[in-house]
C-alpha cells in the first residue's frame, strides 16, 4: 500500500475507479458501505472528504440508475444529508448534476442559488448570473433587473443581450425601463 494513502481514500479510489469502469453494482455497494460505518459522522479532515466524494457518487448512481434502482428522490435526499451536516459544496455539486434533468431543473436551480445567496459556497458570479438567468428567463421584469445587475458589474454584453430579449414590451413601464438601461450601457461604453 501507498504509504501517503490511508486505507479508506484505496478503498475510496478503487470504488471510483469501478463506477468509472461502469461495475456500477460493485461500486454503488462500496460507497454505501462508506455511508453506513460510523465514520460518516466524523470530523476528520480526510473523512470528511471522502464522505463527500462517496455522497456524491452515490447521488450519481441514484439519478441515473447505475448500480441501483433509478430514484431521482433518493439523489436529493443525499444532498440534503450533505446539507444537513453543513457539507455545502458536496450538496451543491450534487445539485448541479441534477440540475441537468429536465424534471427537476427548477428545483435544483433555486437551491444552487439559495445557497449562494446564504453564503454556503463561494462561486464564480458569471456561474450565479447563468444560473439565475435559467431560472428566470421568461419574465421581463426580472430580465430588467439582470440587466441592471450585469451594469453595476459592468458585463455589459451580457445586459445588451438581456435588454434585447425583451424586444417591443406592451408595457410603457418595461419600455422606459428598457431605453434608459440601453442608454446606460450605451454612456458606459463611450457611445
Known amino acids: 500500500m501507498n504509504s501517503g494513502i490511508s486505507w479508506n481514500e484505496l478503498k475510496l479510489n478503487t470504488a471510483i475507479k469501478d463506477y468509472n469502469d461502469k461495475k456500477y453494482k460493485q461500486a454503488f455497494e462500496s460507497f454505501y458501505d462508506f455511508v453506513t ?3 460518516s459522522e466524523s470530523k476528520k479532515p480526510s473523512d470528511i472528504k471522502i464522505i463527500g466524494l462517496t455522497t456524491y457518487y452515490m ?8 448500480g441501483v434502482e433509478q430514484d431521482i428522490e433518493r439523489a436529493i435526499g443525499v444532498a440534503e444529508y450533505l446539507h444537513k451536516y453543513k457539507k455545502y459544496e458536496d450538496a451543491w455539486n450534487i445539485y448541479s448534476e ?3 434533468a429536465d424534471n427537476i431543473k427548477l ?4 437551491r444552487m442559488a439559495n ?13 450565479i448570473f447563468e444560473i439565475a438567468l435559467e431560472l428566470y428567463n421568461g419574465s421581463d421584469y426580472v430580465r ?16 445588451l443581450d438581456l435588454l434585447n430579449k425583451i424586444g417591443q414590451p406592451q408595457d410603457n413601464e418595461i419600455s422606459t425601463q428598457k431605453k434608459k438601461l440601453i442608454n ?6 463611450g457611445k
Not at 107 to 110: E, F, K, Q
Not at 184 to 189: F, I, R, S, T, Y
Open 184 to 189: 446606460d450601457v450605451n454612456k458606459l461604453q
Open 59 to 66: 447521488a450519481l448512481c441514484y439519478m441515473y440508475g447505475n
Open 115 to 127: 445557497y449562494y445567496n446564504n453564503g454556503y459556497v463561494k462561486k464564480d458570479e458569471r456561474l
Open 98 to 100: 441534477l440540475a441537468k
Open 37 to 39: 460505518t460510523p465514520r
Open 107 to 110: 428545483d435544483a436551480l433555486t
Open 144 to 159: 430588467l433587473g439582470l440587466a441592471r445587475y450585469c451594469i453595476r458589474r459592468k458585463m455589459l454584453d451580457d445586459a
